[in-house]
Structure formats: C-alpha cells, structure tokens
Nanobody, 120 residues
Framework: QVQLVESGGGLVQPGGSLSLSCAAS????????MGWYRQAPGKERELVAT???????NYAGSVKGRATISRDNSKNTVYLQMNSLKSEDTAVYYC??????????????WGQGTQVTVSS
C-alpha cells in the first residue's frame, strides 16, 4: 500500500499565502504523477495542479498564476504554494499520487485532506 501524509493548511487571510506538502511512503516502485485537488462545501472535488515524474505541470485555470506545484522525486514529496488567496480558495485540499507499487501494480492513492480556510 501507498500512504500519503499531508501537512500545511489552516486559516489564511485574503491575499495571503499557503504552503502544503505531501509525502508518499510505502511499497512504491515509481510515482508517475502527483497532484493536489480540492473540494469546497457542496461542490465536487476539482483539480488544482498536477506534476508528473518529468516535471510536466498542469494547473487549473482558477489558480494559474497564483499557484506553484513542485516535486522532489528523491523524497516522493509534492509541494503546493499558493499566493493571493481568495475566499473561493477555501476547501479541503487533497494530495494524490499515481504510479506502480513494488509488485508493479497500479496504485492511485489519496491523502486524508487538509482544510484551508481563507477568511479575515
């Protein structure tokens, strides 16, 4: 099994910044892609940003220009930095990792989620 542990988040003032990190551990052979998704109350989970093993990056339009995703392959860790936060960024942020485990079987794992609240 592959486990993801997220850290960061909390209460942030409008216009402020947040930093999230997520470390993957367990029976990992290789991680193909890691990313961040979020789910606001009453809404479906949506993509924030993803990064693959070659560091190709995809951002949601709503965060483009405000978010930076990065990855440390040696630590199986993904980071998300977001600036100029708005109230609509309030959500539970989930980390995701996809790849192959030590048995060469596909895994698609999610973190437990971390709350980000943007409010004054």
């Amino acid at each position: 099994q592959v486990q993801l542990v997220e850290s960061g988040g909390g209460l942030v003032q409008p216009g402020g910044s947040l930093s999230l990190s997520c470390a993957a551990s367990g029976s990992i052979f290789t991680i193909v892609a890691m990313g961040w998704y979020r789910q606001a109350p009453g809404k479906e989970r949506e993509l924030v940003a993803t990064i693959n093993s070659g560091h190709a990056i995809n951002y949601a339009g709503s965060v483009k220009g405000r978010a930076t995703i990065s990855r440390d392959n040696s630590k199986n860790t993904v980071y998300l930095q977001m600036n100029s936060l708005k109230s609509e960024d309030t959500a539970v942020y989930y980390c995701n990792a996809r790849g192959y485990d030590s048995r060469r079987e596909v895994f698609d794992s999610w973190g437990q989620g971390t709350q980000v609240t943007v409010s004054s």
